[in-house]
């Protein structure tokens, strides 16, 4: 998992081992939305910015059991 700093917390993670800086991040630091499948085609071009834009998420799907 990457390490999320604050500015106020570069110096001290140069400087010492920072470790008492790996803690999760805050919750409204990341953000997460269902993105098109598009995202990891590499025949989308570089500056094509609509694999990130928002989708509708599809629903779950529900296995049925015949037992």
Do not use: C, H, Y
């Amino acid at each position: 998992m990457p390490v999320l700093l604050e500015p106020n917390d570069f110096e001290p993670w140069l400087r010492d081992t920072g470790s008492e800086l790996m803690r999760p991040a805050a919750g409204d630091v990341l953000q997460r939305w269902p993105v098109s499948k598009r995202v990891n085609s590499s025949r989308a071009s570089d500056d094509d910015a609509t694999p990130i834009d928002p989708i509708e998420e599809a629903p779950a799907q529900t296995l049925e059991l015949g037992l």
